[in-house]
T-cell receptor
Framework: DAKTTQPTSMDCAEGRAANLPCNHSTISGNEYVYWYRQIHSQGPQYIIH???NNETNEMASLIITEDRKSSTLILPHATLRDTAVYYC??????????????FGPGTSLSVIP | ETGVTQTPRHLVMGMTNKKSLKCEQH?????MYWYKQSAKKPLELMFVYNFKEQTENNSVPSRFSPECPNSSHLFLHLHTLQPEDSALYLC?????????????FGPGTRLTVL
């Protein structure tokens, strides 16, 4: 089973911030939180990752709670091209078997004009 | 352009056919992966290769046979598949098999088994 839970779907108005939550209450201290997205009929695309501190790049911001049990991906100004399924996954620490990398069903984000 | 290419993009095959999926990465990465994505299901990791050596076989049936002749190329040989094997097969690569390496995915091969 995936180690994360996300809402099945969300809507966001174009130009507004999209805030996608993810719960990972069983995360261990050395596991990273990764976000990918998959636009219809394409392969997944890496967005951002973090361990403890909040992270920001040209695509998004990642806010991780102090207890690390949840996080939020923020797309600051959503566009129609951001419509996709967003996956929050927990990456195992170095040396762990890679079959522990599990993608959940993700959140289907629809950006509405 | 992700630097990871897959061919063919679409494939239709019968249950008695033998076909191969090809993945190529031009990123200088050392690790490559095969994933399966069935309709309305999450991505499932199938195989992992690091420096051409298979490091993970996630309980995949033997009708799927991977091959990694070098760090840039990865194949998935298919034989006697079942209709339930119809799915999107995705290849990915990363610099190494360490935490912090992002995976770059190819566009996938849409496979239909009749």
């Amino acid at each position: 089973d995936a180690k994360t839970t996300q809402p099945t779907s969300m809507d966001c108005a174009e130009g507004r911030a999209a805030n996608l939550p993810c719960n990972h209450s069983t995360i261990s201290g050395n596991e990273y939180v990764y976000w990918y997205r998959q636009i219809h009929s394409q392969g997944p695309q890496y967005i951002i990752h973090g361990l403890k501190n909040n992270e920001t790049n040209e695509m998004a911001s990642l806010i991780i709670t102090e207890d690390r049990k949840s996080s939020t991906l923020i797309l600051p100004h959503a566009t129609l091209r951001d419509t996709a399924v967003y996956y929050c996954i927990v990456r195992p620490p170095e040396g762990t078997s890679y079959d522990k990398v599990i993608f959940g069903p993700g959140t289907s984000l629809s950006v509405i004009p | 352009e992700t630097g990871v290419t897959q061919t063919p993009r679409h494939l239709v095959m019968g249950m008695t056919n033998k076909k191969s999926l090809k993945c190529e990465q031009h990123l200088g990465h050392n690790a490559m992966y095969w994933y399966k994505q069935s309709a309305k299901k999450p991505l499932e990791l199938m195989f992992v290769y690091n420096f051409k050596e298979q490091t993970e076989n996630n309980s995949v049936p033997s009708r799927f046979s991977p091959e990694c002749p070098n760090s840039s190329h990865l194949f998935l040989h298919l034989h006697t598949l079942q209709p339930e094997d119809s799915a999107l097969y995705l290849c990915a690569s990363s610099q190494d098999l360490i935490v912090g390496d992002e995976q770059f995915f190819g566009p996938g091969t849409r496979l239909t088994v009749l």
